[in-house]
């Protein structure tokens, strides 16, 4: 079946640049994904990437697709204490709307 | 995006009981989804709540456990059935925003908590 594979944790100084990793094995997902779970929190849409593109930007986040490696990233620039967070990201393989998700990474801020 | 609410966002319960959730959405949405987070996991898909039909259960969910209900296409109810301590998770629902710029974008609810004692 269809896998999603993230590192489960990283720490970062504030002010610094942070870089999430995501690996996946579908490649029918028109769109990828990436979600913020703060803690007690639901999930809150990051942003997302088309997949016939390689990069997008949005403010402070980056994402880069790399369709032939299967390779998604997420940085985050300037990196914030409200950053601090567990990121998923997630995949819709075969266009269903069926989202499959990554282990979350929790990502630690420090002052 | 679509306004997504949950009750109850947490609750207690003691085993063998049953607890509904709700979900309700601020617009008409086209897909309504289950999802269970449990301790420390990720998420995963429990069903796909159809509007006037049966849900679309997922392999290892079933409706006997997790009856679903969806009467318009603003509200459903995720029924967790005959509680176990193992069902201790968070549930959360999610709706598809289908609109021409942002489809295929699921939106998520803030999630109900649920400890099973």
């Known amino acids: 079946g269809e896998d999603v594979e993230q590192s489960l944790f990283l720490s970062v100084r504030e002010g610094d640049s942070s870089v999430i990793n995501c690996t996946y094995t579908d490649s029918s997902s028109t769109y990828l994904y990436w979600y913020k779970q703060e803690p007690g929190a639901g999930l809150q849409l990051l942003t997302y990437?088309?997949?016939?593109?390689d990069m997008k930007q949005d403010q402070r986040l980056t994402v880069l697709l790399n369709k032939k490696d299967k390779h998604l990233s997420l940085r985050i620039a300037d990196t914030q204490t409200g950053d601090s967070a567990i990121y998923f990201c997630a995949v819709a393989p075969g266009n269903t709307g069926k989202l499959i998700f990554g282990q979350g990474t929790t990502l630690q801020v420090k002052p | 995006s679509a306004v997504i609410s949950q009750k109850p966002s947490r609750d207690i319960c003691q085993r063998g009981t049953s607890l509904t959730i709700q979900c309700q959405v601020d617009s008409q949405v086209t897909m309504m989804f289950w999802y269970r987070q449990q301790p420390g996991q990720s998420l995963t898909l429990i069903a796909t709540?159809?509007?006037?039909?049966?849900?679309?259960?997922e392999s290892g969910f079933v409706i006997d456990k997790f009856p679903i209900s969806r009467p318009n296409l603003t509200f459903s109810t995720l029924t967790v059935s005959n509680m176990s301590p193992e069902d201790s998770s968070i549930y959360l629902c999610?709706?598809?925003?289908?609109?021409?710029?942002?489809?295929?974008?699921?939106?998520f609810g803030p999630g109900t908590r649920l400890t099973v004692l």
């Open positions: 999610s709706v598809e925003e289908a609109s021409a710029r942002r489809r295929d974008t699921q939106y």
């Open positions: 990437i088309f997949s016939n593109m």
């Open positions: 709540a159809n509007q006037g039909s049966e849900a679309t259960y």
